[in-house]
């Protein structure tokens, strides 16, 4: 399919990364040099179907990640996490559906933390004798 699109090697496409200026282009001209074959192979029925025993090794890795994955919604360092990542901030608990309550919470959390922990201290200093 690749050679029939004339998609060259490598068929991997770079990962964007925010810290990087240009690995967005870097990302884009993957995408553009791919979509073709990229396209055809998301339309093509025979990949529709997955083997019973991928399937069920799939759903089992599932299980297993989702034992441990729902953990990080009871931690706080979660939420804080989430809250000082520069791209998310408290977007990503509004598109998974948290009540405004809850984002409240963790920006509450967030904000105690940095104050009780991080918050530079101010520095008295000692009146001549």
Known sequence: MCEEKNCKKPHNIKQDVATRWNSTLVQ???????????YEWQCDEKYEEVHPALRNACRAGVKFTNKYYTLTDCSPLYQIAMILHPLFKDQYFKVAGWSQEWIDEAIRLTQELWVSKYKPQEEVSASPA
């Open 28 to 38: 884009l001209k993957g995408i553009v040099r791919c979509h073709a074959a990229i």
